[in-house]
């Protein structure tokens, strides 16, 4: 019941559901299930409140759901029983085979985590990443697949085969309650229909793993079956993604049949696109996005840095150095690799991490910056007949004293910290948010802080944003984008009296009284009081700043060894 396994994406750090759980929480208690409801669930629309992401900016589109908190408390709480968790843990040690390991069971996050789920892309590296190049030592040949739309395939009925391990060794006859308690509530989340389980949450997680934790069990018992299965094997499953290692090629072609005929039993297809057989198992253990940037990022590149020191006498020289740095040159080139690299491997987590490291690359020169009051450079000047008469005189320019002396009374001037041009920059980071959606707040944060170096009454800040805005706003199917588009706009907003977004939780920040699930199906002293104005966090919102700051730091360099 804390908010952060409410729901696994990320959101704004101004909203926060913690008020809302506790709340649902204490209200419910130990109240029975069907004498708190008015009516059945499944016939009402709305009970959760969907976000839409659109994968590719043209028409996958992925719902996100941050589901009812009273319906998602009864399901926790009822897991979580005593006897009910008892039933699960027991099916788990069950599905456990020493050739097959299940990568994904969800693991309790640090106490502090150094940016988003970094405990369990941490938990991915080490046993599947990690562990695939490691059996290459061990075998020969890998086969690689992952199952077509996961979630939204899984048959909530299948619940009660998985609980009962129907047609294994370790089937059990007795009936309990456990498995229809849980049918009942994934129908309910998915306005009754008998297909798929909503995403974003990691109970969801936790239910999906039971049935894959259960076609692991039909899989090994299989194999042990088949008298034509000799050598060794080993299984590695991340959730939905399967890599199988074995030394005979026929064998493991075997297996991969075997495994397409229980996924299919239990309404799962495999992904023929990302289907292979490998004999470099190092290089495909790595995903393909990771091995480009690598492939393609230089480990040195020598730069000439100029200076001016002065000499024993006093005297101003210029003196050189070369400077080893495995950055681009400038950051506008930066971000065009970045928006080239998305289109080959786009929503990506190499596009998050290039993007945060872009991001750490340009706080560092607006940091170094900041503090320069005035400079001074060639290209400034304009030495043309607009300034200067043939009598030496200059003409009125803001740039310039009237004494006649050119170089030595130029007035100081702030310049932003940024010297190249901010507007490309913001066209280019906009472009890479509408083609990858799942990493579009980090661009829309490189966005705020360019767009942040100009003065907040500079007419070109306010067309800037006010254009990327637009052009985003007009995307279909993006309300996630949404939410985080209002994060760089809010201060504006507030300021104008103005709101452009149709986003229930975009309106509940302007202080909108708005329902965000329809809970007209329980009783209403139960949905009464709902404290929704709480979720979002108004201390928070008021010391928002002009640029967009996430809950953790990603920060992978710091907390991770190097090859993550």
Same mark, same amino acid.
């Given at each position: &019941?804390?908010a952060?396994?409410?729901?696994?994406?990320?959101?704004?750090?101004?909203?926060?559901?913690?008020?809302? =759980?506790?709340f649902?929480?204490?209200?419910?208690g130990?109240?029975?299930?069907?004498?708190?409801?008015?009516?059945?669930?499944?016939?009402?629309?709305?009970?959760?409140?969907?976000?839409?992401?659109?994968?590719?900016?043209?028409?996958?589109?992925?719902?996100?759901?941050? +589901?009812?908190?009273?319906?998602?408390?009864?399901?926790?709480?009822?897991?979580?029983?005593?006897?009910?968790?008892?039933?699960?843990?027991?099916?788990?040690?069950?599905?456990?085979?020493?050739?097959?390991?299940?990568?994904?069971?969800?693991?309790?996050?640090?106490?502090?985590?150094?940016?988003?789920?970094? %405990?369990?892309?941490?938990?991915?590296?080490?046993?599947?990443?990690?562990? #695939?190049?490691?059996?290459?030592?061990?075998?020969?040949?890998?086969?690689?697949?992952?199952?077509?739309?996961?979630?939204?395939?899984?048959?909530?009925?299948?619940?009660?085969?998985?609980? %009962?391990?129907?047609?294994?060794?370790?089937?059990?006859?007795?009936?309990?309650?456990?498995?229809?308690?849980?049918?009942?509530?994934?129908?309910?989340?998915?306005?009754?229909?008998? +297909?798929?389980?909503?995403q974003?949450?990691?109970?969801?997680? =936790?239910?999906?793993?039971?049935?894959?934790?259960?076609?692991?069990?039909?899989?090994?018992?299989?194999?042990?079956?088949?008298?034509?299965?000799?050598?060794?094997?080993?299984v590695?499953?991340?959730?939905?993604?399967?890599?199988?290692?074995?030394?005979?090629?026929?064998?493991?072609?075997?297996i991969?049949?075997?495994?397409?005929?229980?996924?299919?039993?239990?309404?799962?297809? &495999?992904? $023929?696109?990302?289907?292979?057989?490998?004999?470099?198992?190092? *290089?495909?253990?790595?995903?393909?996005?990771?091995?480009?940037?690598?492939f393609?990022?230089?480990?040195?590149k020598?730069?000439?840095?100029?200076?001016i020191?002065?000499?024993?006498?006093?005297?101003?020289?210029?003196?050189?150095?070369?400077?080893?740095?495995?950055?681009?040159?400038?950051?506008?080139?930066?971000?065009?690799?970045?928006?080239?690299?998305?289109?080959?491997?786009?929503?990506?987590?190499?596009?998050?991490?290039?993007?945060?490291e872009?991001?750490?690359?340009?706080?560092?020169?607006?940091?170094?910056?900041?503090?320069?009051?005035?400079?001074?450079?060639?290209?400034?000047?304009?030495?043309?007949?607009?300034? +200067?008469?043939? $009598?030496?005189?200059?003409?009125?320019?803001?740039?310039?004293?009237?004494?006649?002396? +050119?170089?030595?009374? =130029?007035k100081?001037?702030?310049?932003?910290?940024?010297?190249? #041009?901010?507007?490309? &920059?913001?066209?280019?980071?906009?472009?890479?948010?509408?083609?990858?959606?799942?990493?579009?707040?980090?661009?829309?944060?490189?966005?705020?802080?360019?767009?942040?170096t100009?003065?907040?009454?500079?007419?070109?800040?306010?067309?800037?944003?006010?254009?990327?805005?637009?052009? =985003?706003?007009?995307?279909?199917? *993006?309300?996630?984008?949404?939410?985080?588009?209002?994060? &760089?706009?809010?201060?504006?907003?507030?300021?104008?009296?103005?709101?452009?977004? $149709?986003?229930?939780?975009?309106?509940?920040?302007?202080?909108?009284?708005?329902?965000?699930?329809?809970?007209?199906?329980?009783?209403?002293e139960?949905?009464?009081?709902?404290?929704?104005?709480?979720i979002?966090?108004?201390?928070?919102?008021? $010391?928002?700043?002009?640029?967009?700051?996430?809950?953790?730091?990603?920060?992978?360099?710091? #907390?991770?060894?190097?090859?993550?």
């Amino acid at each position: &019941m804390k908010a952060e396994r409410y729901y696994t994406f990320e959101l704004p750090e101004y909203f926060d559901f913690q008020p809302v =759980l506790d709340f649902v929480k204490e209200r419910v208690g130990s109240a029975d299930y069907d004498a708190s409801i008015a009516s059945d669930p499944c016939d009402t629309a709305g009970v959760n409140l969907d976000i839409l992401l659109n994968k590719d900016g043209k028409y996958a589109i992925r719902p996100l759901a941050i +589901v009812n908190p009273y319906l998602y408390y009864f399901l926790v709480r009822d897991i979580t029983l005593e006897h009910n968790w008892s039933i699960i843990q027991s099916c788990f040690n069950k599905f456990n085979n020493p050739h097959i390991s299940a990568c994904a069971i969800p693991v309790i996050p640090a106490e502090k985590e150094s940016f988003h789920s970094s %405990t369990t892309i941490l938990n991915w590296w080490n046993s599947m990443e990690q562990r #695939s190049v490691e059996l290459s030592l061990e075998y020969r040949y890998m086969f690689v697949s992952d199952i077509t739309n996961c979630y939204g395939s899984i048959n909530p009925l299948d619940i009660d085969r998985a609980l %009962t391990m129907k047609g294994t060794k370790s089937a059990s006859s007795e009936r309990h309650g456990l498995a229809a308690q849980i049918v009942g509530y994934l129908q309910a989340f998915q306005g009754g229909r008998n +297909v798929g389980i909503p995403q974003g949450s990691e109970i969801f997680n =936790l239910l999906a793993e039971i049935i894959l934790g259960y076609a692991d069990l039909l899989l090994a018992e299989e194999i042990d079956k088949d008298a034509e299965i000799t050598h060794s094997y080993e299984v590695l499953r991340y959730r939905d993604d399967y890599r199988i290692f074995s030394d005979d090629k026929d064998e493991l072609e075997r297996i991969s049949y075997i495994l397409q005929r229980i996924l299919r039993d239990l309404n799962f297809q &495999m992904n $023929s696109k990302k289907t292979m057989v490998s004999d470099s198992i190092i *290089t495909d253990s790595i995903k393909q996005d990771k091995q480009f940037y690598i492939f393609n990022t230089p480990i040195y590149k020598r730069r000439r840095i100029f200076k001016i020191e002065k000499d024993m006498d006093g005297n101003d020289n210029i003196v050189s150095s070369i400077e080893k740095d495995c950055d681009f040159n400038g950051l506008q080139k930066n971000l065009l690799f970045i928006l080239l690299f998305g289109r080959k491997y786009p929503n990506s987590g190499q596009i998050r991490t290039q993007l945060n490291e872009f991001d750490a690359r340009l706080t560092k020169i607006i940091d170094t910056n900041k503090d320069t009051q005035s400079t001074f450079v060639w290209e400034d000047v304009d030495l043309g007949d607009n300034y +200067v008469t043939k $009598s030496g005189d200059l003409k009125n320019n803001a740039n310039y004293e009237s004494d006649g002396n +050119v170089f030595g009374n =130029l007035k100081t001037r702030h310049y932003r910290p940024i010297r190249e #041009s901010i507007r490309p &920059m913001a066209a280019i980071a906009t472009q890479i948010a509408i083609e990858n959606i799942t990493a579009a707040h980090y661009a829309l944060r490189v966005i705020s802080r360019l767009v942040n170096t100009f003065e907040d009454d500079d007419s070109e800040k306010k067309d800037i944003i006010c254009k990327v805005c637009s052009k =985003l706003r007009n995307q279909h199917n *993006t309300t996630y984008l949404e939410v985080w588009l209002q994060n &760089m706009t809010y201060n504006s907003d507030k300021l104008k009296d103005e709101f452009h977004y $149709s986003q229930p939780l975009c309106r509940l920040v302007m202080g909108e009284n708005v329902q965000l699930w329809n809970n007209s199906w329980l009783n209403s002293e139960l949905s009464d009081d709902l404290p929704l104005v709480e979720i979002c966090n108004k201390e928070k919102l008021d $010391s928002l700043a002009p640029v967009i700051t996430f809950r953790e730091t990603r920060a992978y360099y710091d #907390s991770f060894p190097t090859e993550l």
